[in-house]
């Protein structure tokens, strides 16, 4: 009795290995699966940018807002004749080179192109009031503020996408004194995917461009060097070393 043959539901060791590699392949489809949708998520994960600023004559107050998915940066500055001043002292190393700001600004075109173009405002509330020593320089510069207004915010339209219904813009004149207050609102929006892209494309820029600079440098040097030996700044009748040749370089025999 003891002889007799398995029962149907007993599987085989081949059966039972076949399983179990089975649950396993299923188990790595589920978890590249999240991981898809992970980093899908994270590709769509807005930052938000918000910004606001309060100026009164010479005196201004920033705060900056950053938030990248669950995570919140905020800084507040204050600009004027009598906010603290931070002075850094840096050193410089022997060998540095000054950072050329038109090469920098050159390489990131195309990034800054393409992050503008992804980046959403939301909010943009300007309000501008002016004020001159009578009624007639207070409407003036009123309209001039109209105009300088309008003229950024059709610059800034062509960067950005803009909300038409979250622009309010006002300049407003005051005719009791001197003075020039803006407060300004704005809320910016990009997917962390598309900025990140976007880094990437200004620092690959950097590199292509700081790359081909040593070249051209490398160039010229070695240009330098194959001038007969003399240096490139001596003239054609000058050895290397800076001292006039004699005729001819040679003896030629003239007495």
Known sequence: MGNGPPPLWQDSPRQCGKGFRGWVKMGWLIAVGCLAAAMALLWLAPVQLHLR????????????ELRVGWLRFARAITLGEKAPRVRARTRRRPGAKKLDVRDLLAASVQGLRYLGRATWCERL??????????????????????????????????LVQVNPAGVAV?????????????????????PLGKATWAAGMVLRAALRRRALLARIRERQR?????????????SPHEDGDGQPEEHGGREHGHR
């Open 53 to 64: 600023l309060a100026q009164a004559n010479l005196k201004a107050e920033v705060f900056v």
């Open 125 to 158: 509330r300007l309000r501008v009031e002016v004020g001159g020593l009578d009624a007639c320089d207070s409407a003036l510069l009123a309209g001039l503020g109209w105009s300088l207004v309008c003229n950024l915010l059709a610059q800034f339209g062509r």
């Open 222 to 234: 070695r240009k330098g060097d194959r001038t007969d030996g003399r240096s490139p700044d001596s």
């Open 170 to 190: 006002a300049v407003v004149p005051n005719f009791q004194r001197p003075l020039l207050r803006t407060d300004l609102d704005c809320i910016l929006r990009v």
